[in-house]
Protein backbone atom coordinates (compact mmCIF):
# COMPACT_ATOMS: atom_id res chain seq x y z
CA UNK A 1 0.00 0.00 0.00
CA UNK A 2 1.51 3.42 -0.81
CA UNK A 3 2.06 5.92 1.48
CA UNK A 4 -0.80 8.93 0.91
CA UNK A 5 0.74 12.27 0.53
CA UNK A 6 -0.62 15.31 3.01
CA UNK A 7 -2.06 16.80 0.17
CA UNK A 8 -4.29 13.83 -0.22
CA UNK A 9 -5.03 13.10 3.43
CA UNK A 10 -5.92 17.07 3.89
CA UNK A 11 -8.32 17.10 0.60
CA UNK A 12 -10.11 13.69 1.72
CA UNK A 13 -10.67 15.39 5.18
CA UNK A 14 -12.27 18.61 3.67
CA UNK A 15 -14.29 16.15 1.93
CA UNK A 16 -15.84 14.95 5.56
CA UNK A 17 -13.34 11.69 5.91
CA UNK A 18 -12.23 12.14 9.75
CA UNK A 19 -10.14 9.25 9.57
CA UNK A 20 -7.50 11.25 7.06
CA UNK A 21 -7.17 13.91 9.83
CA UNK A 22 -6.18 11.21 12.62
CA UNK A 23 -3.45 9.97 9.75
CA UNK A 24 -2.38 13.27 9.00
CA UNK A 25 -1.94 13.89 12.73
CA UNK A 26 -0.04 10.74 13.93
CA UNK A 27 2.59 11.34 11.03
CA UNK A 28 3.65 14.56 12.32
CA UNK A 29 2.54 14.75 16.21
CA UNK A 30 6.02 13.63 17.16
CA UNK A 31 7.73 16.17 14.77
CA UNK A 32 5.84 18.78 16.07
CA UNK A 33 5.13 18.30 19.60
CA UNK A 34 9.53 18.65 19.96
CA UNK A 35 9.65 21.31 17.96
CA UNK A 36 7.08 22.92 20.83
CA UNK A 37 9.11 21.32 23.40
CA UNK A 38 12.21 22.09 22.27
CA UNK A 39 11.66 26.03 22.02
CA UNK A 40 9.40 26.32 25.50
CA UNK A 41 10.75 23.47 27.81
CA UNK A 42 7.97 23.00 29.33
CA UNK A 43 6.06 19.61 28.60
CA UNK A 44 2.74 21.12 30.15
CA UNK A 45 2.88 24.30 28.29
CA UNK A 46 4.20 22.33 25.28
CA UNK A 47 1.10 19.79 25.35
CA UNK A 48 -1.60 22.77 25.27
CA UNK A 49 0.19 24.78 22.45
CA UNK A 50 0.41 21.40 20.79
CA UNK A 51 -3.34 20.96 21.72
CA UNK A 52 -4.12 24.54 20.22
CA UNK A 53 -2.15 24.20 17.20
CA UNK A 54 -3.85 21.49 15.83
CA UNK A 55 -7.40 23.03 16.93
CA UNK A 56 -6.04 25.91 15.19
CA UNK A 57 -5.43 23.38 11.66
CA UNK A 58 -8.46 21.91 12.05
CA UNK A 59 -10.39 25.16 11.85
CA UNK A 60 -8.68 26.33 9.26
CA UNK A 61 -8.96 23.24 7.05
CA UNK A 62 -12.77 22.89 8.14
CA UNK A 63 -13.27 26.69 6.76
CA UNK A 64 -11.27 26.23 3.14
CA UNK A 65 -8.40 28.89 4.62
CA UNK A 66 -5.47 26.37 4.04
CA UNK A 67 -3.68 27.01 0.37
CA UNK A 68 -1.46 24.64 -0.63
CA UNK A 69 2.20 26.46 -0.04
CA UNK A 70 4.27 23.29 0.12
CA UNK A 71 4.96 21.35 3.24
CA UNK A 72 1.96 20.62 5.71
CA UNK A 73 4.37 20.22 8.44
CA UNK A 74 6.06 23.80 7.76
CA UNK A 75 2.70 24.79 7.97
CA UNK A 76 1.58 23.38 11.01
CA UNK A 77 5.28 24.43 13.16
CA UNK A 78 4.41 28.26 11.70
CA UNK A 79 1.15 28.34 13.27
CA UNK A 80 2.75 26.96 16.61
CA UNK A 81 5.52 29.14 16.24
CA UNK A 82 2.74 32.03 16.87
CA UNK A 83 1.00 30.46 19.34
CA UNK A 84 4.34 30.64 21.26
CA UNK A 85 4.66 34.54 20.71
CA UNK A 86 1.53 34.99 21.48
CA UNK A 87 1.60 33.10 24.95
CA UNK A 88 4.97 34.70 25.67
CA UNK A 89 3.29 38.18 24.81
CA UNK A 90 0.37 37.71 27.42
CA UNK A 91 3.51 36.50 30.08
CA UNK A 92 5.18 39.60 29.53
CA UNK A 93 1.66 41.96 30.00
CA UNK A 94 1.08 40.41 33.14
CA UNK A 95 4.65 39.80 34.78
CA UNK A 96 6.89 42.72 36.16
CA UNK A 97 10.29 42.94 34.36
CA UNK A 98 13.38 41.11 36.34
CA UNK A 99 16.86 41.13 36.15
CA UNK A 100 17.11 37.83 35.82
CA UNK A 101 14.82 35.02 35.85
CA UNK A 102 17.42 32.80 37.68
CA UNK A 103 16.15 34.30 40.94
CA UNK A 104 12.48 34.77 40.42
CA UNK A 105 9.50 33.56 38.07
CA UNK A 106 9.22 37.11 37.03
CA UNK A 107 9.21 37.52 33.24
CA UNK A 108 12.38 39.65 31.71
CA UNK A 109 12.91 41.74 28.69
CA UNK A 110 16.65 40.83 28.89
CA UNK A 111 15.99 37.04 28.91
CA UNK A 112 14.63 37.33 25.34
CA UNK A 113 18.23 37.99 24.24
CA UNK A 114 19.76 35.21 26.00
CA UNK A 115 19.01 32.00 23.29
CA UNK A 116 22.31 31.20 21.45
CA UNK A 117 20.23 28.11 19.65
CA UNK A 118 18.41 30.59 16.92
CA UNK A 119 17.24 29.91 13.39
CA UNK A 120 17.83 32.77 10.86
CA UNK A 121 14.21 34.34 11.38
CA UNK A 122 14.54 34.01 15.23
CA UNK A 123 18.18 35.89 15.19
CA UNK A 124 16.56 38.53 12.66
CA UNK A 125 13.72 39.13 15.78
CA UNK A 126 16.74 38.90 18.14
CA UNK A 127 18.59 41.59 16.55
CA UNK A 128 15.26 43.71 15.80
CA UNK A 129 14.91 43.51 20.15
CA UNK A 130 18.10 44.54 20.57
CA UNK A 131 17.83 47.47 18.15
CA UNK A 132 14.50 48.44 20.06
CA UNK A 133 16.05 48.07 23.27
CA UNK A 134 18.79 50.27 22.20
CA UNK A 135 16.27 53.23 21.32
CA UNK A 136 14.70 52.81 24.10
CA UNK A 137 17.86 52.75 26.21
CA UNK A 138 19.16 56.11 24.87
CA UNK A 139 15.90 57.68 26.87
CA UNK A 140 17.48 56.15 30.36
CA UNK A 141 20.31 58.77 32.46
CA UNK A 142 23.97 57.72 31.21
CA UNK A 143 25.07 56.08 34.26
CA UNK A 144 21.61 53.91 34.12
CA UNK A 145 22.09 52.88 30.32
CA UNK A 146 25.95 52.58 31.14
CA UNK A 147 24.88 49.65 33.93
CA UNK A 148 22.24 48.09 31.98
CA UNK A 149 24.73 47.87 28.65
CA UNK A 150 27.56 46.16 30.85
CA UNK A 151 25.12 43.83 32.74
CA UNK A 152 22.48 42.87 29.54
CA UNK A 153 24.76 43.22 26.82
CA UNK A 154 28.33 42.23 27.81
CA UNK A 155 27.72 40.22 30.58
CA UNK A 156 29.42 41.66 33.42
CA UNK A 157 28.37 40.90 36.75
CA UNK A 158 27.45 43.45 39.47
CA UNK A 159 31.02 42.94 41.26
CA UNK A 160 32.65 43.48 37.51
CA UNK A 161 30.69 46.37 36.65
CA UNK A 162 31.22 48.32 40.16
CA UNK A 163 35.09 47.97 39.69
CA UNK A 164 34.71 49.58 35.60
CA UNK A 165 32.28 52.40 36.66
CA UNK A 166 34.26 52.91 40.28
CA UNK A 167 31.23 52.68 42.12
CA UNK A 168 30.37 50.67 45.25
CA UNK A 169 27.60 47.11 44.28
CA UNK A 170 24.92 48.91 46.33
CA UNK A 171 24.97 51.82 43.70
CA UNK A 172 25.50 49.66 40.90
CA UNK A 173 22.37 47.30 42.18
CA UNK A 174 20.64 50.53 42.63
CA UNK A 175 20.87 51.87 39.21
CA UNK A 176 19.70 48.75 37.57
CA UNK A 177 17.05 48.58 39.92
CA UNK A 178 16.03 52.05 38.79
CA UNK A 179 17.04 51.36 34.82
CA UNK A 180 14.49 48.67 34.93
CA UNK A 181 11.63 50.63 36.78
CA UNK A 182 12.16 53.53 34.15
CA UNK A 183 12.35 50.92 30.98
CA UNK A 184 9.21 49.36 32.49
CA UNK A 185 7.77 52.79 32.77
CA UNK A 186 8.92 53.85 29.31
CA UNK A 187 7.65 50.72 27.74
CA UNK A 188 4.01 50.69 29.62
CA UNK A 189 3.60 54.37 28.44
CA UNK A 190 4.58 53.80 24.90
CA UNK A 191 2.36 50.19 24.80
CA UNK A 192 6.16 48.39 23.52
CA UNK A 193 6.03 44.84 23.65
CA UNK A 194 9.36 42.89 23.13
CA UNK A 195 8.64 39.24 21.97
CA UNK A 196 9.97 36.79 20.06
Partial sequence: MTTKTD?????????GDEKALA????????DLFS?????????????????????????TLKEGRYNEEGKFILWAKRIAHNLIIDHYRLVSKHNKISESSYDN???????????????????LISIQIKDDLMKILEYLPENQREVIKLRFFDGLSFKDIAEQTETSINTTLGRVRYALINLRKMMSDHNIILTR
Fill in 35 to 59: FIFYKIMDESLANDIFQDTFMKIIV
Fill in 7 to 15: SWLISQFKN
Fill in 23 to 30: VLIERHQK
Fill in 105 to 123: EEFSIFDLLANQEENIEEQ
